[in-house]
């Protein structure tokens, strides 16, 4: 069963930069698309941001200009790079293997690590 550990996250300023880390178990890292999500307070978990095996990226509109992912396989590591960052980016974000349906993409794993908290003040 594949792990994953999300790490990163923490309290900043509107305006303010984070970068997120997300190392996953397993020795097919490098053959899935890999995405991170993230659930607010009341809300349910959506997509952010999605990464191929062959490097080609995705982004919800909501995140779109601001942030950016990349992944290093022989870490079995992937990133996500926010900027510019809004007091509606508050939310845990977490990693997970991910499928593309139409025009996003969703969580291919059944089970999810930790995640890792974001919080954006105004």
């Known amino acids: 069963q594949v792990q994953l550990e999300e790490s990163g996250g923490g309290s900043v300023q509107a305006g303010g930069s984070l970068r997120l880390s997300c190392v996953a178990s397993?020795?097919?890292?490098?053959?899935?698309?890999m995405g991170w999500f993230r659930q607010a307070p009341g809300k349910e978990r959506e997509f952010v941001a999605a990464i191929n095996w062959g490097g080609s990226t995705y982004y919800s509109d909501s995140v779109k200009g601001r942030f950016t992912i990349s992944r290093d396989n022989a870490k079995n590591t992937v990133y996500l790079q926010m900027s510019s960052l809004k007091p509606e980016d508050t939310a845990v974000y977490y990693c997970?293997?991910?499928?593309?349906?139409?025009?996003?993409?969703?969580?291919?794993?059944?089970?999810w690590g930790q995640g890792t908290q974001v919080t954006v003040s105004s």
């Open positions: 397993g020795r097919a890292f490098s053959l899935y698309a």
């Open positions: 997970n293997k991910a499928k593309r349906g139409g025009s996003t993409w969703s969580p291919d794993f059944d089970s």
